[in-house]
């Protein structure tokens, strides 16, 4: 058993550092993205240069556009120069749709201060109160960023929001100590709420393009030689990969396809990166479904959602919810959890639709009684079912 192993470990592999190409990792340099970071910068000034000040931003744009990774790399940057000015920023970044609630948002960040404060027991009122005493108390200035902002809109409204806006409003003169980014895809929920909260939030709006394929080339290849020994990639397969990932525009499913062929390379044993490589990387991506979507469901929607594609494997456009339920209960077994009831059941399918993962409607004549069908919009079954057997294999 322990030669397999051994061997796996010391064969040959064309990746130099792999971890350059993870969902989480955040380039230092941001090219395509100087102008937004420059516009971030001017917004943010006024923290720096007059603590007590806040600012609200929104950054929009398409999916693989940059959006979390300028947030992150401007927030990394800021808190530095802020140090070196003695003012005690920080900079937190959330995303809305892995914690779920304002409950939780409120939570981590005070967390972040004060671990030792109990996560329950709390209301979100009280929390944001900590919240505030422990700024106040410690000197303390926030940048807080809510990405993927849209979920929790969808979710709570702007309840949240109004909050965190209000805050240091009610006494006169005091010092504001958090400023605001949100980050969504596009500014169509904006439509639907005309409060001031959301006014005073459009105030400030980035909007990201998305990348053209000279733009997704040079991305590539910056992070190509960062991941990459020298001589196993060449130029012209750089090309190839941006051109793919160009009428997207999308900057993950650029990197994604990269790393993909880069493991198909090596399972070959081959010394350096194919137009085969790359075709067969992108047949086995899909560009909407992404990566960390399916990687942040708790375990129980990754079970239904593997129940699900099962179900629809073979030449089905839908499932009904007893032969998904017959099939997540199978699944359980498989993994060793205990199924839940019907009413979660029923959560787990209308959490994984709001994600946009499954798409649900009542069945139509044909089928007796009326039952919900389910089926996968954008994702095809097998490729689902691989993605989440590789992401359970660890359970
Ligand atoms: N200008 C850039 N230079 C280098 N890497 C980039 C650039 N823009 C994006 N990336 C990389 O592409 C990937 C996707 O970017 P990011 O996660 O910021 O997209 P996003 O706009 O937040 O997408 P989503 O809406 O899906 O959350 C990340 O790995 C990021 O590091
Ligand atoms: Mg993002």
């Keep these: 058993m322990s030669n397999i192993i051994e061997d796996e470990l010391s064969r040959p592999t064309i990746f130099k550092d792999e971890s350059k190409l993870s969902i989480d990792y955040v380039p230092e340099h941001l090219p395509y993205r100087e102008n937004e970071l420059k516009q971030l910068a001017n917004i943010f000034r006024v923290l720096l240069e007059k603590p007590g000040n806040s600012q609200k931003v929104i950054i929009t744009g398409n999916v693989g556009t940059g959006k979390t990774a300028l947030a992150k790399n401007f927030g990394s940057q800021i808190v530095i120069i802020a140090s070196k000015?003695?003012?005690?920023?920080?900079?937190?970044?959330?995303?809305?749709?892995?914690?779920?609630?304002?409950?939780?948002?409120?939570?981590?960040?005070?967390?972040?201060?004060?671990?030792?404060?109990?996560?329950?027991?709390?209301?979100?009122?009280?929390?944001?109160?900590?919240?505030?005493?422990?700024?106040?108390?410690?000197?303390?200035h926030i940048i807080l960023t809510l990405d993927e902002l849209d979920f929790l809109l969808r979710r709570e409204g702007e309840d949240l929001l109004y909050s965190l806006i209000r805050l240091f409003d009610e006494q006169l003169n005091a010092v504001q100590r958090l400023s605001l980014i949100g980050i969504m895809r596009s500014e169509a929920l904006f439509r639907g709420m005309d409060s001031s909260t959301i006014s005073s939030l459009q105030q400030n709006i980035i909007r990201l393009k998305e990348y053209s394929a000279n733009q997704l080339e040079t991305i590539l290849s910056e992070r190509a030689k960062e991941a990459f020994y020298v001589g196993t990639i060449t130029n012209q397969e750089i090309t190839f990969m941006a051109e793919i990932a160009a009428k997207q525009g999308d900057a993950r499913y650029a990197l994604e396809i990269l790393w993909r062929a880069g493991k198909i390379a090596d399972s070959q044993n081959k010394t350096r990166i194919l137009p085969e490589h790359i075709r067969k990387a992108k047949s086995d991506i899909h560009p909407v479904i992404r990566k960390d979507t399916l990687r942040d469901l708790p375990v129980q929607h990754k079970v239904l959602l593997l129940a699900i594609s099962r179900a629809l494997t073979t030449e089905r456009s839908y499932a009904t919810t007893s032969e998904a339920k017959r099939i997540y209960r199978i699944a359980c077994e498989e993994y060793n959890i205990r199924p839940r009831r019907h009413t979660q059941f029923w959560e787990y399918l209308s959490e994984l639709e709001k994600q946009g993962i499954i798409a649900t409607k009542i069945s139509g004549v044909g089928i007796k009684g009326k039952t919900t069908l389910i089926s996968l919009p954008d994702i095809p079954a097998s490729i689902l079912e691989q993605e989440i057997l590789n992401l359970l294999g660890g359970v």
Excluded at 91 to 111: K, P
Excluded at 112 to 135: C, V
Aim: charged share 30%.
């Design 85 to 140: 000015r003695e003012i005690n920023l920080h900079y937190i970044h959330i995303n809305c749709r892995r914690e779920r609630a304002s409950f939780t948002i409120l939570n981590r960040i005070v967390q972040t201060f004060n671990p030792s404060i109990p996560r329950r027991g709390f209301s979100t009122e009280e929390l944001l109160q900590i919240m505030k005493e422990i700024l106040e108390e410690k000197d303390i």
